[in-house]
């Protein structure tokens, strides 16, 4: 049994990102800008969004704070969104997710300019990537596809369970897995709330994504011997023993389930980190006009 150490790969793919930074300024371009508006004060957002700061901040990229209180209008949302569509200096920028109930999350995402959509939400990246043409692959599943390459872990052929089938994770994972390329080539099940006997199928899985934001959701006995666990869960449970009062629970009962596996993913340090090293990574892309 392997962990897949995200936060060490992770920690690679942006000392790659930096260096090619240096390298884009010493021959005279632009240092990438990242923009990222944050809506309300959602403890789990304050968190991404500060972590994504300071990643670009660790890496050379500019980047822009851009906040809101909770009672902004869609208005003044989508007003602001197009100012960064055609602000110059702004190569990439996201919203962060969840928005609050009065905002339409698909009307903001729509209003992205494709091309600056460097979380890959918007209808123009979703429907490219599932036809295998170049997008902006969103980060999550991208950061996850990354972990399988860097550990060399095999995917053709094999079944890949994928429990959850949200837009950001779920249902682009599966996608890509399903892709006649390296990682993909795999025949891939789809579960989620309505499926039934689930059980069944992670017993059969060769390489489990567990995604569907239910802490300790996968047990041993929903386990084959040998199989992958990439595990995206990442819910705030309370802890009398973090400074913060709570901490991160994966989808997965790790102690339990870990000695079975060929290769596990840990909540924290597994997929969160890949997720900020994929935002730079398609970052760097848009600073560099490679995709659009
Ligand atoms: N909320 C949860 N994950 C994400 C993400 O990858 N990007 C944004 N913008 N919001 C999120």
Known sequence: MEIIDGKAIAAQIKSEIAEEVNRILASGGKRPHLAAILVGHDGGS????????????????????????EEVSETELLNKVAA????????????????????????????????KDVDGFHPVNTGRMAIGLPCFVSATPAGILELLKRYQIATAGKHCVVLGRSNIVGKPVATLLMQ????????????????RDIEKYCREADIIIAALGVPGFLKKEMVKKGAVVIDV????????KTKSGFKLKGDVEFEDVAPLCSYITPVPGGVGPMTIASLMKNTLLAGKKEIY
């Open 180 to 195: 006649k390329a390296y990682p993909g080539d795999c025949t891939v099940t789809v579960c989620h709330s309505r499926t």
């Open 233 to 240: 869960g990442t819910t705030r449970v309370a802890s009398d």
């Open 46 to 69: 304050e968190t991404y969004v500060a972590a994504k700061v300071k990643a670009c901040e660790e890496i050379g990229f500019q980047s822009t704070l851009i906040r809101f209180e």
């Open 84 to 115: 960064l569509n055609t602000d110059p200096d702004v190569d990439g920028f996201i919203v962060q997710l969840p928005l609050p109930k009065h905002i339409s999350e698909q009307k903001v995402i729509e209003t992205i300019d494709y091309r």
